[in-house]
């Protein structure tokens, strides 16, 4: 517009964890009209990576287990929405931050706290919720996609969906949150997975195997989160 004598430029980034340089562009400003140039006619923009680290981890033993406390240099309003032990090492699922939805698996070694990085990314999630390692497989409640998806328990390598969004009742869990295998419902002598929807306010069981739906087992529930087997009740 007429008297504008300046002209602020926005460049969208989206935020991850994956580790990488900082990266930069140049800006270059050309045939103005009715104006002229009268400074730089280019700028070098450098977009610094996100730095994210735990840096300390103290465990405690305690009445119902070890308790951790992360130091971490994440930006405000990071998101640890699960964390869980397997083989040796701590998995902890990464929601959102302040920065935009991250989604990623981080692993640590669970003695030290030493960071072994992205066990998955979070290009392969939508809105990690919770997860559990079985039989050589991590399942993960993905809340944003209403799936509950399979990957390698050694390598982080993406297996499939388990559960399906639109499939045999998925839609009644809107929202998966809260998992766990329990109780044989189908009568194949094999355990099946509990599945909490937290939009949806109930909690569906699928067959342990196929990963098909079977029945839903508690209705009406205010947004369920996170849901366990004690002395044969939910």
Known sequence: PAGTVSRTVYVPTIADTIPEPDEVFTLDF???????????ESADVTITERQFSIDDV????????????????ASEGTQFNTLTFHDG?????I???SNGRLN???????????NKGVFVPGSQLNGT????????????ATLDSDEVKMFDAVTGEFLGVFVAA???????????????????????????????????????????????????VV???????????HNGHI
């Open 104 to 114: 990623s698996i981080l692993r640590f070694d669970a003695s030290s706290g030493a």
């Open 219 to 229: 209705q009406d529930i205010n947004t369920p989160h996170g849901i366990g087997l």
């Open 166 to 216: 639109g499939s045999g009742g998925i839609d009644g869990i809107d929202g998966p949150d809260g998992m766990f295998f329990g109780p044989d419902t189908n009568d194949d002598n094999k355990e099946d997975l509990y599945v909490a929807g937290w939009n949806s306010n109930n909690i569906n069981v699928y067959d342990g195997q196929s990963g098909a739906y079977i029945r839903t």
């Open 30 to 40: 050309s045939n103005p009209v009715n104006a002229t140039i009268t400074g730089d």
């Open 129 to 140: 919720r919770d997860m559990i390692f079985r039989e050589g497989i991590m399942y993960v």
């Open 89 to 93: 090492d701590l998995y902890v699922a």
């Open 58 to 73: 103290v465990a405690q033993e305690g009445e119902y287990g070890p308790s951790f406390t992360f130091a971490t240099a």
């Open 95 to 97: 929601g959102a931050d």
